[in-house]
Nanobody, 118 residues
């Protein structure tokens, strides 16, 4: 059974930093990508950042230069370092795991709340 366990969310003041982590377990494919999405109240879930076991990364324009995604392939864990946080970054952040070769599979974590407020 594939499990994604997120951690690191919380309350931070504007301009502050948080580091999210997502540990994946129970999957058997060796080529995969891990991504972070977020969903604010009343809004659609949106892509934030992604990284693959091949090393490629991509970011939403709204977080470029502030967020950094990294992966510890040995531990099947992805991190999202979030700096210079803004109130508009507040959301539930979800981790997603996808295989990058057939058969394509995708799994979601349960989400972790990030609140940015003074």
């Amino acid at each position: 059974q594939v499990q994604l366990v997120e951690s690191g969310g919380g309350l931070v003041q504007p301009g502050g930093s948080l580091r999210l982590s997502c540990a994946a377990s129970g999957f058997t494919f060796s080529n995969y990508a891990m991504m972070w999405y977020r969903q604010a109240p009343g809004k659609q879930r949106e892509f934030v950042a992604g990284i693959s076991t091949g090393g490629g990364t991509n970011y939403a324009d709204s977080v470029k230069g502030r967020f950094t995604i990294s992966i510890d392939s040995a531990k099947n864990t992805v991190h999202l370092q979030m700096n210079s946080l803004k109130p508009e970054d507040a959301a539930v952040y979800y981790c997603k795991l996808t295989s990058t070769r057939p058969p394509f599979e995708a799994y979601w974590g349960q989400g972790t709340q990030v609140t940015v407020s003074s």
